[in-house]
Every structure is written in C-alpha cells, then in structure tokens.
C-alpha cells in the first residue's frame, strides 16, 4: 500500500475543486487574526480544530464563513492563497483552479478589489515561482438572492481577465440551480465559462438544472446523478466532468464509509469524474491524501488512478499547448 501512496505522490497533477477559502489552515488564522486585532471565538488553533465536526454541509459552512472574518486586507488574501499554493506544490499539483467566495468579504465590507488583487498576486508568484499554473473561479453563494449575486458579478467585470468562470456554492438545499439563471446567463455573455455544485446534498435535478438551465462545464461533487439512471447515462455520453471530493464527503456525512463512496462506480459506469480537496484545511487532507485515502478504500488499481489524473487534466479549463504539455506528462 505504501507502494500506491509512492505512486500517487509522485504524479503531476491537477486540482478542479478547491475554495481557497477552505484552505484557511488554524495556524494561519491565528496570525492573520492577532495582526488584524480581531477576537476569534476559540482560544486557540487546537481548540478550533477540535471544532471541526460536521454533521452535514450546513455545520462547515457556519464555521467557514466564521473563519473568514478575519481576512481584511490585501495581504491576509495573497498570504491565504500562497499558503495553499505551497501545499499545492508538496502535493505535486501542477495545475489548479481555484474557487473564491467574493461575497463572504464584500458582505463584511471588504472591497471586491482587495480580495481578487491579493489572489490574483499570490497566483502569478506561483507561476513565476513554484512553476504552478492557475484559474481563477469566483463562486456565487447559493443561500443569497439573485440581486445580489447579479451585484458581484458587476464587481467582477474590471477583473474580467483574471477570472476564468462562475460557480455556485453555499448551502444546496433549497436553492436550486434555477434561482440564478439569468445570472448564469449573463455572466456567459460576458464570457464567462460556469461551473456549479449539484448533487452534493441535494437531489439529481439539481445535476440536470446546472446541466440544462446554467449550461455548466463541470459539475462539483455530482454524487446523487447515482440515483438516476438516465442522467448517469447523459453525464457519460456527453463526457461531463465531476469534481469528486471523497474526504469532503466523509466529512460531510455525503457517504457515512469511504468505503461506500461511489467514485469507483462512477467510473465503471464511464463517468469523467475527478477527484479534489475541496476545503482540505477542515475535512483532514490535501489532494494526495483524497487520492490515497479513497485508492485505499475503494482497492482501486494504478490504471485506474491513472485515469483519473488524466480526466483532471482534460476537464481543466486548459487550452492549447499546456494541456497538451500536462497531458504529455502522464
Ligand atoms: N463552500 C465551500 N465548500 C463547499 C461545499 N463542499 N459545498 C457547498 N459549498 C461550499
Ligand atoms: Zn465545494
């Protein structure tokens, strides 16, 4: 088993589903908190990483957006995103793309400007310096209205050239892909590409909602399109990508074993999945660590972790020459 994790470690590879606020490691938090003069509500990095047990989505994302707090200036962002981007690197990630939450700063007042400049910085530093490529994508959070998703998206136009696509985040249960349709619609006339969680915690309607009301390139998690055959039978013909997040799901009470987690289903059944972190500062690993945990699991064999590098590579937002370069890689 050793073997498989020595495997696993030493590929090239790709990252689809990350919010680099989901990144935000305890230590980190501490520091950027003590020089922001800001009081966090657990006396120390132990004490809130002892917090760090969920029952379902909504109990992460209470203690998500809790920590985001205190990101205020430029630098907490660029020092937010440089920290993953070093995981990134022990983690052989060549490629990532990257999903931020503009509306979890600019409802605290912190100017959309700030956050996307700090990213924006930290991710040319890793091109130039740890030789890691990037996109950007900037999530909308699903629990908040239309208006004010429409909002940020007009936030977001001087900065066109630095975001690559939308998505759709938050709290799936009661806020279906079709509330932000016109606002998918929109962004796509700016030419924007989209992405959109679907079938995390909500049914497989939603998966076909982002596939046929915001014309999604990927869909994140996609687990529940395994309740319904016909859509498993659409995701594989029309080759869409899922980001699959087996330690996300664990920890979320998605699947209650890693053991039972669908991702070697899936790809039977001839499914473009991936696999990601997602928030790997708060469901206990980075990229490497999904890989083996769920390789483990799932007894799954080189070919067909082979394979899903590969997909992380072909469902990337990559053009050109450097897709063909990673692709080459493998
Ligand atoms: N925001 C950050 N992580 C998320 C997840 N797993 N599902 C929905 N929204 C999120
Ligand atoms: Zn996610």
């Not at 687990?223 to 087996?246: F, R």
């Not at 083996?292 to 799932?298: G, K």
């Amino acid at each position: 088993m050793d073997n498989l994790a020595q495997f696993i470690r030493q590929l090239p590879k790709a990252e689809l589903h990350l919010h680099i606020e989901g990144t935000f490691e305890p230590g980190l938090m501490f520091e950027i908190a003590e020089r922001n003069k800001i009081k966090l509500e657990y006396p120390s990095v132990e004490s809130l990483r002892e917090a760090y047990h969920f029952t379902q989505l909504q109990d992460f994302l209470n203690l998500y957006y809790a920590g985001t707090r205190v990101l205020i200036e430029e630098q907490d962002f660029y020092d937010l995103t440089w920290n993953y981007l070093i995981k990134a690197k022990e983690n052989n990630i060549v490629h990532a793309e990257i999903m931020f939450d503009p509306q979890a700063h600019t409802s605290r007042g912190v100017p959309f400007e700030k956050v996307i400049k700090g990213i924006n910085r930290a991710l040319s530093d890793g091109a130039e310096k740890l030789r890691i490529t990037s996109r950007l994508i900037m999530s909308f959070l699903r629990h908040l209205s239309e208006k004010e998703a429409f909002t940020v998206l007009d936030q977001s136009l001087p900065y066109r050239e630095m975001i690559t696509a939308v998505g759709l985040d938050s709290s799936e249960q009661g806020n279906p892909p079709g509330k932000f349709e016109r606002v998918f619609a929109k962004a796509r006339e700016y030419g924007y590409l989209t992405v959109a969680h679907a079938g995390e915690e909500g049914p497989p309607e939603n998966i076909w909602g982002a596939l046929y009301l915001l014309h999604v390139s990927r869909i994140d998690h996609g687990n529940s399109a395994m309740l319904d055959g016909v859509l498993i039978e659409t995701l594989a013909e029309i080759q869409m990508p899922l980001t699959i997040c087996p330690l996300s799901n664990l920890r979320l009470k998605v699947v209650d074993d890693l053991s039972h987690h669908p991702l070697k289903a899936m790809l039977h059944k001839g499914l473009k999945v991936t696999v990601n972190s997602d928030d790997p500062a708060y469901f206990g690993g980075y990229l490497n660590d999904n890989l083996i945990a769920v390789a483990q699991a799932l007894s799954l064999t080189e070919k067909e972790i082979l394979q899903l590098i590969r997909n992380s590579f072909e469902a990337s937002f990559l053009t050109g020459e450097l897709r063909r370069k990673y692709t080459g890689l493998l």
